[in-house]
């Protein structure tokens, strides 16, 4: 018996939200194979420095603009988190005074869906800084801690 299933009926996918995320780690870790194949101290051309340009500025406005776009689009259509729907959350400990729990506010799948936003720039963020600094240390080479040796095998020590 073959069953067929269809994954983009499951609750929680998009494919919207799914391929500009996956668009934009991809788009962003292009720039690892670009720099190992990239001469250290070749400077850029004019062109060259527009084209980076763009790009850069494309690949920001995927991650910081459509991205959590495509999520609170999904979050509010599809799963359907507003204001209305009340988290409570396993054995009602998130349950508010109000409502008889012992929580001390109320939380709703809105404010949720929220969070995941600011979790998305912070990886979106953490991610751009990660490749900066990745790009300008490429060339460097890390300090050796050897201590050059004698014929003898000793260790060579300048007196101070």
């Known amino acids: 018996m073959l069953l067929a299933i269809d994954i983009s009926t499951w609750p929680g996918v998009n494919q919207a ?4 995320f996956a668009l934009t780690l991809v788009l962003t870790l292009a720039a690892i194979p670009y720099g190992k194949r990239r001469p250290i101290g070749t400077p850029f051309t004019w062109g060259e420095s527009m084209l980076a340009a763009v790009y850069a500025s494309t690949v920001m406005f995927i991650a910081y603009g459509v991205v959590p776009d ?4 999904h979050a509010d259509k599809n799963l ?3 204001k209305q ?3 409570f959350g396993p054995f009602d400990i998130l349950k508010a005074k109000v409502y ?5 506010f109320t939380v709703s799948y809105q404010e949720i869906r929220d969070i ?3 979790v998305i720039h912070l990886i979106f963020f953490a991610l751009q800084i990660w490749i900066w ?3 300008q240390n490429r060339g460097k080479k890390t300090a050796s801690t050897e201590l050059a ?11 101070a």
């Open 133 to 135: 600094i990745w790009w």
């Open 17 to 20: 939200f799914l391929f500009s």
């Open 80 to 82: 359907e988190w507003n």
């Open 149 to 159: 040796t004698s014929t003898y095998g000793r260790p060579l020590v300048k007196k």
């Open 85 to 87: 729907k009340l988290l």
């Open 116 to 118: 995941i936003v600011v």
């Open 70 to 73: 495509r999520w609170i689009q």
């Open 100 to 104: 008889g729990g012992h929580f001390p």
